[in-house]
């Protein structure tokens, strides 16, 4: 039996625009992505058995193919003919928090593409392994490509950008899940009158300006969210922004928050600060 180990980072979202609804019922977006230095463990063997097996530390995760990691192996195996003779087992240790908004899921999924890609000898072109991450979920593609990239279309459309310079990042989970497809409804039937400014981060991104790219952090979910979600988040924001943050923001549909810092210490110092409130806080850099 042949096995591999993969990690899968998780990521956050430096702006989310939500462009408006596209005729296939997704929505098109545009996204500046980053990956951080918090990973989940996949670890995949290869056996003779026909089927998809999960087992995972996170009672709570489903483990037939509603679970992203699962459906991408079986979507792997179904694209390369080897579903009728060829079996996988997935231990994933989840350390990203789950339904928060940082692509735990996303990533997990990718991992087991990039993974499979090696453990089965397919070779499948990166354009192919795109292809079938975008069937399982919009921030897959991503996901496979990792570091800074801004998304676009569904999330499956990718170009790269010049890498985050370096710094200190805070990520915070509040104790609440967010509905996914309740805020595209909301910003389908409530248009944030603030949109991000994109172009401008990508060019702070260019100029490796960490102060103009934390100014232009920007998610427009945040207008949508219910009010004690909201009120939540400002107060996270708030928290980060009062012990040094360059800039804070929500990820992706939340509801986690994170806040960039150019000092180590500061960073810590607002990790301390969040942590007698909330259970999941995290310090990592971006990768």
Same mark, same amino acid.
């Given at each position: 039996?042949?096995?591999l ?15 408006? +609804? *596209? ?30 097996? /999960?087992? #995972? ?7 037939d193919?509603?679970n ?8 792997? $195996?179904?694209?390369?003919? /080897? ?13 990203i ?15 087991? $593409? *990039?993974? +499979? ?11 192919? /392994? ?9 921030d ?23 890498? +985050? =310079?370096s ?6 989970? =509040?104790?609440?899940?967010v509905? #996914? =497809?309740? +805020? ?47 009120? !939540? ?5 708030? !928290? ?14 939340? =509801? ?11 960073a *810590?110092?607002?990790?301390?600060? /969040? ?13």
């Amino acid at each position: 039996m042949r096995r591999l180990i993969e990690k899968a980072p998780a990521k956050i979202n430096l702006t989310l625009d939500v462009l408006g +609804l *596209r005729p296939d019922g997704y929505h098109d977006v545009e996204m500046v992505m980053q990956s951080v230095s918090l990973y989940d463990s996949v670890t995949m063997t290869l056996h003779r058995n026909p089927g998809v097996l /999960l087992e #995972t530390n996170r009672e709570d995760l489903p483990r037939d193919r509603k679970n992203l990691a699962v459906d991408a192996a079986c979507r792997f $195996l179904e694209a390369t003919g /080897l579903e009728e003779r060829q079996g996988v087992f997935i231990a994933l240790d989840k350390r990203i928090p789950v339904f928060a908004g940082v692509g735990g899921g996303s990533s997990d999924a990718a991992a087991v $593409l *990039r993974g +499979l890609n090696r453990l089965t000898r397919q070779a499948l072109s990166p354009s192919e /392994l795109l292809e079938i991450g975008a069937q399982v979920g919009s921030d897959v593609p991503y996901c496979i490509v990792g570091g800074t990239a801004l998304a676009q279309g569904r999330g499956e459309i990718l170009s790269r950008l010049p890498p +985050l =310079p370096s710094c200190h990042i805070v990520l915070c989970k =509040p104790g609440f899940d967010v509905a #996914t =497809p309740a +805020l595209f409804r909301a910003v389908d039937e409530w248009p944030p009158r603030r949109r991000p400014d994109t172009r401008g981060a990508i060019s702070a991104l260019e100029a490796g300006d960490i102060h103009g790219i934390s100014a232009k952090l920007h998610n427009v979910f945040e207008a949508v969210l219910a009010e004690e979600q909201w009120e !939540t988040v400002v107060a996270i924001r708030r !928290t980060l922004t009062e012990e040094g943050a360059l800039g804070t923001a929500m990820s992706g549909t939340g =509801p986690t928050v994170f806040g960039i810092f150019y000092e180590e210490e500061l960073a *810590r110092r607002a990790k301390f600060a /969040l942590q007698s409130r909330y259970q999941e806080v995290f310090l990592v850099q971006p990768v």
